[in-house]
């Protein structure tokens, strides 16, 4: 199938799929508001393999020491899919599945599928990286750019995560875990339940993030837009916690956005 926009309908919600654009929901509508921050390099795009920085864009796969190109000085962010073209596997008028192999620079090879399925209140997304050839260290998560203000007040943010990952002067987590503090942030957190976060934009509407994985990182330092993205572990994971995709056992993870009118 080709890689052209795709449109998702369910009551009155609608969302915008860009597979020739990573992978990303380049849109999401509720009752004719935007509610994702527009542009070429926002909506929500996947990160896959790794999320969010990794240090000096280097990582070990076993004794194997690997280089990536540094697209965030000195580090390398947010994997490589985001930048590719996807192949549309599968489309109906409520649900997307996306596949994308992985190329240089990233050095094994694999496919990632995503699944973005809308009913009237929800958005799902999951996503699964799987190998037939070498194993190899990977991460999933998603970031999305949500508009911080809908019309009225701007959005509010409610969580309750367990602790905070300490940042180092280079944006890294230190390896320490502290208690959360005050935004803005650009932070790492963990919430051993499950990721469960809260945007309500008042008078307006009320989203809840929730995923079955215990990191989420928050930016909300822009002035337009608040970043939830939930991940299955923190920056520079791919070396402090791996999680090994291999040919018995991809690494999966979902996400789903669910919303009320206020």
Not at 129 to 158: C, K, M
Request: aromatic share 8%; proline share 10%.
């Amino acid at each position: 199938m080709s890689n052209e926009p795709i449109t998702l309908t369910a009551g009155d919600a609608e969302v915008t799929v860009r597979p020739d654009n990573g992978g990303r929901v380049a849109g999401l509508r509720v009752g004719g508001t935007e509610l994702l921050r527009q542009g070429d390099r926002f909506g929500c795009f996947p990160m896959v393999p790794w999320c969010g920085r990794t240090r000096e864009g280097r990582f070990h796969n076993g004794a194997v020491l690997h280089q990536l190109p540094l697209n965030a000085p000195p580090h390398a962010i947010h994997g490589t899919v985001r930048d590719g073209a996807w192949n549309t596997a599968r489309v109906t008028a409520d649900e997307a599945v996306l596949t994308y192999d992985l190329v240089e620079p990233w050095p094994y090879s694999g496919r990632v599928t995503q699944a973005i399925a809308l009913t009237p209140d929800a958005l799902t997304l999951t996503m699964a990286v799987e190998t037939y050839d070498d194993s190899f260290p990977a991460q999933i998560g998603w970031h999305p750019w949500f508009n911080r203000n809908l019309g009225g007040a701007d959005a509010q943010l409610d969580f309750a995560p367990a602790w905070q990952e300490e940042r180092g002067d280079d944006h890294l987590p230190t390896g320490n875990r502290v208690d959360p503090g005050p935004g803005p942030w650009d932070d790492c957190f963990g919430m051993p339940g499950g990721v469960d976060v809260t945007l309500t934009w008042p008078g307006r509407l009320e989203l809840r993030v929730t995923s079955p994985e215990e990191w989420v990182v928050v930016y909300d330092e822009q002035k337009t837009a608040v970043c939830v993205e939930p991940q299955t572990g923190p920056p520079n994971g791919l070396n402090t916690l791996p999680r090994l995709v291999t040919p018995l056992e991809p690494l999966e993870a979902t996400t789903t956005w669910r919303w009320r009118r206020l």
